[in-house]
């Protein structure tokens, strides 16, 4: 029950400290104002207004979302290690993994609140223009928020042991490789069977072939939670899918937070 409570109270002054600073304020101004922007967007669009509103609007929640998640991230913690002020913190009764754990659990009601407030700037731009909030549009601003628990976990991750700078860069590399990993996949196996007798690729395809699918099983499946096709032609997905979506992201958050704390637990800050 402390470990609880210890990871509770550092859970909300990390949400307040987060709230305060300027970032995630510039990012949601910036995603709402874009957001309407989309508006007229559909109308110079040669394609249909709903289609261009709901598929640009979900993107924008998942990049603006990504930005918090990657700026508070990395910043937070290493705004503790910097500051030395973690010295203040562990020197109290408070375990490490309470530590971090409470920070990612503080920075992940944040971005709760991003998608939330921009998934209902959605819900009134559509109200705006006549159009229906379906429930692939929910179910798309829902895997959102999962997709961003799994980058925030990485930006934790990589923070426990790197720059700034460095961890950004990973992070980002995480969410690139997260999504188009599958279609990297796809084209290193196009150009292995339409390759020529005797190449290179032909001679180590299938080798090659194996340690990119292997990369792929690896790294987080980031386009699976890609549903704004299915919100801009209203196409439901199945409730199963949905679940084991969220068990997925759940479980790989988890694992990364815990390799996250093990990093930790070795850091000397001396």
């Not at 699976?224 to 199963?240: C, D, G, R």
Request: aromatic share 16%; glycine share 6%; charged share 15%.
């Amino acid at each position: 029950m402390l470990w609880i409570r210890e990871v509770y109270l550092i859970a909300v002054n990390s949400f307040r400290e987060a709230v305060r600073d300027k970032i995630p304020y510039v990012v949601l101004i910036s995603a709402i104002a874009l957001a309407a922007f989309t508006v007229l967007l559909g109308e110079w669009s040669v394609f249909d207004r709903e289609f261009v509103v709901k598929t640009n609007t979900i993107s924008l929640i998942s990049i603006s979302g990504f930005f918090i998640a990657i700026f508070a991230g990395v910043g937070q913690v290493q705004k503790e290690i910097q500051k030395r002020t973690i010295h203040t913190l562990l020197a109290k009764p408070v375990s490490r993994s309470a530590f971090l754990i409470g920070k990612y659990m503080g920075l992940l009601a944040l971005i709760a609140s991003h998608v939330i407030l921009l998934s209902l700037t959605l819900f009134f731009v559509l109200w705006s223009i006549d159009a229906t909030v379906t429930v692939p549009v929910v179910q798309a601003c829902y895997l959102v928020f999962w997709e961003l628990a799994i980058v925030l976990a990485f930006a934790v991750l990589f923070s426990t042991y790197s720059s700034v700078l460095i961890s950004t860069l990973f992070s980002f590399g995480i969410y690139l490789i997260g999504h188009l990993g599958n279609q990297i996949l796809k084209e290193v196996y196009f150009v292995y069977r339409m390759s020529e007798d005797g190449s290179f690729l032909k001679e180590n395809g299938a080798l090659i072939y194996d340690i990119a699918k292997g990369i792929h099983y690896i790294f987080p499946n980031l386009f699976k939670f890609n549903a704004s096709s299915h919100a801009a032609h209203s196409i439901v997905l199945e409730q199963s899918y949905i679940f084991w979506q969220s068990v997925y992201a759940a479980g790989y958050s988890g694992v990364i937070l815990c390799l996250a704390v093990a990093l930790f637990r070795r850091k000397d800050f001396l």
